[in-house]
């Protein structure tokens, strides 16, 4: 099984930032595509980033200047740094990682069991 743990969130003020770390361990061959999701009280799971396993990073539009993924794939973790943060910004970020599996080679995907985030003052 593969296990993912998430870190890093809490409460901030507009303006501010946060990192967010998922480390992922467990019977992993490999990990394709990193990322982290989103989801805000009455609105569906929306992509925030995600990153390939050669780093090429992906973004919503929305957060592109302010978040920045990123992976140290010796850890097999993920990281969200998020800066310039708004209230719009507060809900549940939950990591998603693409693993191929040691014991039969296939890809799976597995969540994080999400992290919340609040911006407000």
């Known amino acids: 099984q593969v296990q993912l743990v998430e870190s890093g969130g809490g409460l901030v003020q507009p303006g501010g930032s946060l990192r967010l770390s998922c480390a992922a361990s467990?019977?992993?061959?490999?990990?394709?595509?990193m990322g982290w999701y989103r989801q805000a009280p009455g609105k569906q799971r929306e992509l925030v980033a995600d990153?390939?396993?050669?780093?090429?990073?992906n973004y919503a539009d929305s957060m592109k200047d302010r978040f920045t993924i990123s992976r140290d794939n010796a850890k097999n973790t993920v990281y969200l740094q998020m800066n310039s943060l708004k209230p719009e910004d507060t809900a549940v970020y939950y990591c998603?990682?693409?693993?191929?599996?040691?014991?039969?080679?296939?890809?799976?995907?597995?969540w994080g069991q999400g992290t919340q985030v609040t911006v407000s003052s």
């Open positions: 467990g019977s992993i061959f490999s990990i394709n595509v």
């Open positions: 998603h990682v693409r693993v191929r599996r040691r014991l039969d080679r296939r890809e799976y995907a597995y």
């Open positions: 990153i390939s396993s050669g780093g090429s990073g």
